[in-house]
């Protein structure tokens, strides 16, 4: 099955920039989706088909992919951005939805 | 606006069954697939499956076939995810997920639920 692999953990300063990486084979053919899990509450759709900001999303949240790999890039970091993000694809070859091993983000 | 609100926590020992709802308001329910991901202790997150909102035809990912059950109600726009035989490992968050396409290079979770935990234990 599809695996998608990200780093445990990034911390990032206040103000400066995160980039959370989520790699799979030949990632850069597929649409990948990006969600913040924080306790308690609902996930939220940070980043959809790679690039694409859901309304009420900040400019701060952009992405790429490419190759074998996905970015998640928040800049100007805030405290509230503190989480727990996930990348997610639909992988057709075999109609799974595939989530990342996901990346707690500390301010 | 959409929303999907579950219900409350549950505590259940080995053996029993539980039902988790997921009720969706401010769109056409049967509009949209739902799906169910499981979120287990210190754990990523876990694609369980979907169900098709307009036929009830369920489809479940491996692993969750058997004691895994997704069903519907149209009439109050709700998804259920029962699960029988309940196991100590079962012990998770379980969050319901509405899935779109904006593309034609696939589907997305655009709206969840805030997610249900349960909790297997004797």
């Known amino acids: 099955s599809y695996v998608l692999t990200q780093p445990p953990s990034v911390s990032v300063a206040p103000g400066k920039t995160a980039r959370i990486t989520c790699g799979g084979s030949n990632i850069g053919t597929k649409s990948v989706h990006w969600y913040q899990l924080k306790p308690g509450q609902a996930p939220v759709l940070v980043l959809s088909y790679d690039t694409d900001r859901p309304s009420g999303i900040p400019e701060r949240f952009s992405g790429s992919n490419s190759g074998n790999t996905a970015t998640l890039i928040i800049s100007r970091v805030e405290a509230g951005d503190e989480a727990d993000y996930y990348c997610h694809l639909w992988d057709g070859d075999s109609d799974l939805h595939v989530f990342g091993t996901g990346t707690k983000v500390t301010v | 606006q959409v929303q999907l609100v579950q219900s409350g926590s549950e505590l259940k020992k080995p053996g029993a069954s539980v039902k988790i709802s997921c009720k969706a308001s401010g769109y056409t329910f049967t509009t949209y697939a739902m799906n169910w991901v499981r979120q287990a202790p210190g754990q990523g997150l876990e694609w369980m499956g979907w169900?098709?909102?307009?036929?009830?035809?369920?489809t479940y990912a491996q692993g969750f076939t058997g004691r895994f059950v997704f069903s519907l109600d149209t009439s109050v726009d709700t998804a259920y995810l029962q699960i029988t035989s309940l196991k100590p490992e079962d012990t998770a968050v379980y969050f319901c997920?509405?899935?779109?396409?904006?593309?034609?290079?696939?589907?997305?979770?655009?709206?969840w639920g805030q997610g249900t935990l349960v909790t297997v234990s004797s």
């Open positions: 169900i098709n909102t307009d036929t009830g035809t369920p």
């Open positions: 997920a509405r899935e779109t396409s904006l593309a034609a290079t696939g589907t997305v979770f655009d709206f």
